[in-house]
T-cell receptor
Framework: DTGVSQDPRHKITKRGQNVTFRCDPISEHNRLYWYRQTLGQGPEFLTYFQNEAQLEKSRLLSDRFSAERPKGSFSTLEIQRTEQGDSAMYLC???????????????FGPGTRLTVT | DQQVKQNSPSLSVQEGRISILNCDYTNSMFDYFLWYKKYPAEGPTFLISISSIKDKNEDGRFTVFLNKSAKHLSLHIVPSQPGDSAVYFC???????????FGPGTRLSVLP
């Protein structure tokens, strides 16, 4: 296991279509995060899973966005009825279990770049 | 309202000299701070971190300083190398959850 992987790397879709992204975290990591990054900005937190439980969601996560992590391993992020404002890089990160400092260190995937036309 | 600010969008430094990247925050509930480095077409990579109970953490060429009273932290890279050229993000964690807040980043260019 070499790191966090995301699929696809790029997605172009038309406004109004649904898209789904997949994230495979580092295998022993029980924490998984989704972020959105737009040009010139840092990653913005969207949601957080510990194992299969979705424990935190940002106000940014409108009802068109849904995330799942059904078996506590890979995760999917779905955007329904995409809008042009959804165009961004979607990043997934994972971190190790525990409460120590190392559990705060997140390992990021390469991201999925979404373009909504 | 940006809770984590990096007021310098870019910084250029000569190879071998010190690079100092700055970060300011507003939320007094932040208890842990991290620096990430990002190359083009890659996700951010963890670099170094510091707990709010410390004022300095060092790892090789990288040192992070925290001034809690000023709500300011800085990353020092000594000596700077061309491979350090990247975008650097400051991030903070509030003590009430796993919602990490990132700054907008500073693009560092180390000139040979």
């Amino acid at each position: 296991d070499t790191g966090v992987s995301q699929d696809p790397r790029h997605k172009i879709t038309k406004r109004g279509q649904n898209v789904t992204f997949r994230c495979d975290p580092i295998s022993e990591h029980n924490r998984l995060y989704w972020y959105r990054q737009t040009l010139g900005q840092g990653p913005e937190f969207l949601t957080y899973f510990q194992n299969e439980a979705q424990l935190e969601k940002s106000r940014l996560l409108s009802d068109r966005f849904s995330a799942e992590r059904p078996k506590g391993s890979f995760s999917t992020l779905e955007i329904q009825r995409t809008e042009q404002g959804d165009s961004a890089m979607y990043l997934c990160a994972s971190s190790s279990p525990g409460t120590g400092a190392t559990s705060y260190e997140q390992y990021f995937g390469p991201g999925t770049r979404l373009t909504v036309t | 309202d940006q809770q984590v600010k990096q007021n310098s969008p870019s910084l250029s430094v000569q190879e071998g000299r010190i690079s100092i990247l700055n970060c300011d925050y507003t939320n007094s509930m932040f208890d842990y701070f991290l620096w990430y480095k990002k190359y083009p077409a890659e996700g951010p990579t963890f670099l170094i971190s510091i707990s709010s109970i410390k004022d300095k953490n060092e790892d090789g060429r990288f040192t992070v300083f925290l001034n809690k009273s000023a709500k300011h932290l800085s990353l020092h890279i000594v000596p700077s190398q061309p491979g350090d050229s990247a975008v650097y993000f400051c991030a903070a964690r509030a003590n009430y959850g796993q919602n990490f807040v990132f700054g907008p980043g500073t693009r560092l260019s180390v000139l040979p």
